[in-house]
């Protein structure tokens, strides 16, 4: 991503955050960091792909290519986790 | 399809929700498809859809792993020729449906088989009208169809073993098993599951639970994996009163007369995830 140099750097928190925060504004549930969305009773697969866009979208990232698997979208931990790397690797231009 | 290249040569014709799931389905597999929209716009943004459904493949784990096949997108009939198949899966209307594949039929030549992705209308209702009723059979695709493996298909009375070896084919290429079922009203899918999902429309609309209770009693208690009407949304309401029309008239059953709540929505416009809202609002779908 070509964002200017001074924008902070996303912190996990902030990340981990904007995630439950939409997450509980879609499902109406309030969902732990480690919990697996995907697990029986929880979130439709079909909503993953929304998921997706939406991190996209808010970060301003590009999950492509191996990234773009359901493992990395199973708890908003992982999520976090690939946000920062992919923000890292595109500051890093 | 030739010999050294045993590959079907696929032709689809609407590019709504489930000629585009299909399309995608086949893509992915590495049969190469062409897509026959009507409406411009349609066919303008049909490439676009079909690469975030390709995108929810891979995030779901089901791509093949084959090469992705081209797609070729036409605006007219003629553009099915060489097809070996051709899958119709144009809007639930008998007579819309009766046009389309006649005119399919004097495009191809005899050896290709036309399939109908029709929800509800007897494979052989159709098959009368057409100019060469034995080329048809029914293969009920849902939707998603690159995640749901298995398919309904339904042999009519005069359907040829050449169609239903061709579209046997197809099948083995697409990695879909089929099961065969008889013809009538709504097969077996559509009998069971769009009745349901009307009266649970009818619970809704006459105040007793919320579409999400509905949804989620249906879900936890009962091991329905997405909830009646969370499903009315991902097939689209107007296509579900559609099909609900074809069995309430075919079958005179009342449970199938599509209830008010349903007719409401679709006036509104309020059609399911294809546009944005239905029993539920969807965001970041039509991006
Ligand atoms: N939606 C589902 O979940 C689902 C599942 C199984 C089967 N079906 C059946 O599949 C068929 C298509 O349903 P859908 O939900 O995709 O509908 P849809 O309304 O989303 O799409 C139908 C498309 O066909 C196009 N069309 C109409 N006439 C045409 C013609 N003569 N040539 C080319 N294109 C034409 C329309 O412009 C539209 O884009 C219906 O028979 C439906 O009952 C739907």
């Known amino acids: ?72 979208f199973r708890t908003v931990n992982a999520m976090t986790d690939l946000v920062l790397r992919l923000a890292e690797a595109g500051s890093g231009e | 399809m030739t010999e050294e290249d045993p590959t079907p040569r696929l032709a689809v014709l609407g590019a709504g929700v489930m000629g585009v799931s299909i399309t995608t389905l086949a893509l992915e597999h590495g049969v190469p498809v062409v897509l026959v929209e009507t409406d411009p716009a349609k066919r303008a943004d049909a490439p676009a859809r079909i690469e975030r459904e390709l995108r929810t493949a891979q995030l779901m784990g089901v791509r093949s792993g084959k090469p992705r096949a081209e797609l070729v997108t036409g605006a007219s009939v003629a553009d099915c020729a060489d097809a070996d198949v051709v899958i119709e899966a144009i809007t639930e209307d008998a007579d819309l449906k009766i046009a389309a594949l006649t005119e399919v039929s004097h495009t191809v030549d005899e050896d290709t088989a036309l399939v109908t992705n029709t929800s509800s209308i007897p494979v052989d209702e159709l098959a009368a009208k057409l100019p060469r009723p034995e080329a048809l059979l029914g293969v009920h695709f849902m939707n998603p169809s690159y995640l749901i493996r298995t398919v309904e298909v339904i042999r009519g009375s005069r359907t040829s073993s050449r169609a239903a070896d061709s579209v046997g084919r197809l099948l083995t290429a697409l990695g879909r098993r089929g099961v065969f079922v008889g013809d009538g009203p709504g ?82 416009g309020e059609h399911g995830r294809k546009s944005g809202k239905g029993f539920y609002t969807y965001t970041g779908v039509l991006s």
């Open chain 1, 1 to 72: 991503m070509s964002e200017p140099t001074t924008t902070p750097p996303l912190s996990a928190e902030h990340v981990r955050t904007e995630l439950r925060r939409f997450l509980e504004e879609r499902t109406k549930t309030d969902w732990a960091a480690d919990t697996d969305l995907f697990a029986t009773g929880g979130v439709s697969s079909l909503f993953a792909m929304e998921l997706v866009v939406h991190v996209e979208k808010t970060f301003g990232i590009a999950v492509e290519g191996p990234d773009l698997r359901i493992d990395n």
């Open chain 2, 187 to 268: 097969f077996v899918t559509s009998r069971v599951l769009h009745r349901m999902i009307n009266d649970a429309a009818r619970v809704v609309q006459e105040g007793r639970a919320s579409a999400e209770d509905v949804d989620t009693l249906m879900q936890d208690c009962l091991g329905h994996r997405t909830g009646p009407l969370r499903t009315a949304d991902l097939i689209g309401i107007d296509n579900l009163v559609d099909s609900l029309r074809v069995l309430h008239e075919r079958t005179g059953d009342e449970g199938c007369r599509p209830c008010e709540l349903l007719l409401r929505k679709v006036a509104a």
